[in-house]
């Protein structure tokens, strides 16, 4: 693959419906450059697991084009053996719902799965996943078996499952959600250093709190699964209007900002607004 | 979906209308369902895998995965073939040992077989017993019909003893070897047995779901006895919600297996599951699985010299 491009990843007019009936993306263009954070904003059932899961090469959209690395990508592309490893060592997805994602019966051979399938060396997953269980705080979670763990564990868990491969491109869906605030703020102390790694991050988030300190750039989706605003996140967040329009913020939200959005930002905004 | 759209009036009243937060000494019936399904959820957890018990130094703990696999083949095609209650009890009495060998709680282990046979042959044996599907001469009578005598069989009880002694020695047999194995240890075996790839595939699929689906099947009784406020409850109702969950979960189910495989594609999973290496087949490996096998032609050669 080619590498050293502008941009990591061109998407261009892509739609996609589940089961040819249910829309779910409409017309949405984006790139992304290489070391870029990327935050996907918009209403629940907007379209950002969709893209998401188009930009990981999981579905392919019914219209439109996926490029990556400089490379097309597409369902027959993905059937070669070479391409599809190539790809999904450089691409990392943690889901948004945490069970589909963490499957193995126990921790350490959930986050062993991915370096396996690519076909690591055991010394060096053996390694690998000892680094990555210290750095993610779930050393002593790796005998237990998924289900015997807290959302917010499995969160870690799923999170280190897609570190192990060191992926060039990191996909999260609603990374912080249903985090407590400890390690809600370690999560997105890590992607800022990921990011700051030279990591691209594309993510998909309802916080607008969190918009500033781990997004370079958001690009918002309309209800109706359209793009409606792309900007830097100081930009978009001073447009009240567009935010009300997004769905992302409630029309009383002035009214109870401070209870509703408790972040600096807002109340900054709130106060010149007001 | 925010403008316009007013929150409804009766959802701001307060709660004068509701009933006072008083205990009335009458007890709410559980619901059977309730019950049986939350029991039934947990009780499949427990019994199928553990791979706290799997890490155990035990006995078979210590044996290769093949080997096991291969040597509890054997043994199962025994018991299908051996023919005399005493036969098969002593093989029941094999697995007991084996599981004490093991590491595994009698009492727990036989527990879960016990469980588990009505299940499996409920629906042969209880009919079998009686005189009109086994005839022959009649050892608890049960009364007359259409002027013939009914009730249970000598011929009948032996059939459905055999039966259940049957199935208490595979269910021990098969239990023993998923309890004592890792699972993804035991589908690699499967696969190294020639088994098709896409069989092991939906085994294991299979396996992650379950417990996925297990605590839906929780979390679901709980939301509805979190919801449930009359103290009565028609059995007519109580039917309409078993079968509304079991088509919820089946579309659950659907759409978690498709999220599930995503997430396995997306770590480069290519079709073939590739496992850490196999360890080395040891001499006491190979000592067991002849020993399993020998065990299985002996047993079902005794088994013939006995007689029809
Ligand atoms: N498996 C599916 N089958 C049918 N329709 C689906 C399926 N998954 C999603 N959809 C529909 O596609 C649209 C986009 O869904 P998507 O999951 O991408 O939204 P989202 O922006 O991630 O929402 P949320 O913020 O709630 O996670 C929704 O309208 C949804 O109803
Ligand atoms: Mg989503």
């Not at chain 2, 199928?48 to 155990?56: F, G, H, P, Q």
């Not at chain 2, 093991?102 to 009492?107: C, D, F, Q």
């Not at chain 2, 079991?246 to 189910?253: D, Q, S, V």
Request: aromatic share 6%.
């Amino acid at each position: 693959m080619r590498s050293g491009s502008e941009s990591l990843l061109i998407g261009e007019g892509l739609s996609y419906a589940y089961l040819e009936r249910f829309p779910a993306l409409e017309k949405v263009s984006l790139e992304v450059s290489r070391g870029e954070r990327l935050a996907l904003l918009g209403a629940n059932g907007c379209g950002k697991s969709t893209l998401l899961k188009i930009l990981a090469g999981l579905i392919f959209p019914d219209h439109g084009s996926y490029r990556a690395f400089g490379e097309e990508v597409s369902a027959e592309r993905l059937e070669d053996e070479q391409f599809s490893a190539a790809f999904r060592t450089r691409v990392g997805f943690v889901f948004q719902n945490t069970d589909a994602q963490v499957f193995s019966p126990t921790v350490r051979e959930e986050i062993a799965f991915g370096p396996l399938q690519l076909g690591l060396a055991p010394a060096e997953i053996e390694g690998r996943v000892a680094e990555v269980t210290q750095m993610l705080e779930i050393g002593d979670l790796i005998e237990r078996a998924p289900y015997q763990l807290s959302a917010g564990q499995k969160k870690r868990v799923a999170i280190a499952s897609v570190l192990v491969m060191s992926p060039e491109l990191l996909l999260f869906d609603e990374p912080t959600a249903g985090l407590d605030p400890r390690s809600r703020g370690w999560l997105l102390e890590l992607i800022d250093e990921l990011g700051r790694a030279g990591k691209t991050i594309v993510f998909a988030t309802h916080e607008l709190a969190e918009l500033e300190w781990i997004a370079d750039r958001c690009l918002v989706l309309s209800e109706d699964h359209r793009p409606l605003a792309e900007g830097a996140p100081a930009e978009l967040l001073a447009d009240r209007e567009l935010l009300l329009r997004a769905n992302l913020i409630h029309e009383h939200a002035h009214r109870h900002g401070a209870v509703l959005h408790s972040h600096p930002h807002e109340r900054g905004h709130h106060g010149r607004a007001g | 979906m925010t403008d316009g759209a007013s929150t409804p009036g009766w959802l701001l009243a307060g709660a004068e209308d509701a009933p006072p937060l008083l205990c009335s000494g009458k007890r709410r019936r559980g619901g059977a369902i309730e019950k049986t399904v939350g029991g039934l959820a947990r009780l499949i957890r427990e019994a199928l895998v553990s791979e706290e018990i799997a890490a155990r130094r035990g006995l078979l703990q210590r044996l290769d995965a093949r080997v096991k696999l291969i040597g509890m083949l054997g043994l199962l095609i025994a018991t299908g073939l051996v023919r005399h209650i005493p036969v098969l009890l002593g093989l029941y009495a094999l697995t007991l040992v084996l599981a004490a060998a093991s590491r595994i709680g009698l009492g727990w282990f036989a527990k879960r077989v016990w469980f588990f046979i009505p299940l499996f042959s409920g629906v042969i044996v209880a009919p079998a017993m009686f005189s009109f599907i086994t005839p022959g001469e009649v050892v608890l009578p049960l009364g007359h019909w259409f002027g013939h005598e009914v009730g249970l069989t000598r011929q009948g009880l032996t059939s459905a003893a055999l039966i259940v002694c049957r199935v208490a020695s595979s269910i021990s047999l098969v239990l023993l070897l998923t309890l004592t194995t890792s699972w993804s240890r035991l589908l690699a075996s499967l696969r190294t047995l020639f088994v098709p790839r896409l069989l092991v595939l939906v085994l294991g699929m299979a396996y992650r779901y379950l417990f996925v689906l297990l605590d839906s099947v929780t979390e679901m009784v709980t939301a509805r006895r979190a919801r449930t406020v009359a103290a009565k409850r028609s059995r007519r109702g109580e039917r309409a919600i078993a079968s509304f969950s079991g088509g919820a979960l089946f579309g659950k189910a659907h759409a978690l297996s498709e999220e599930v495989h995503q997430a396995m594609l997306a770590r480069g999973f290519s079709g073939e599951l590739r496992m850490s290496e196999w360890p080395r087949i040891r001499a006491i490996d190979v000592i067991s699985v002849l020993t399993c096998l020998a065990l299985a032609i002996l047993v079902v050669g005794g088994d013939r010299a006995l007689g029809l």
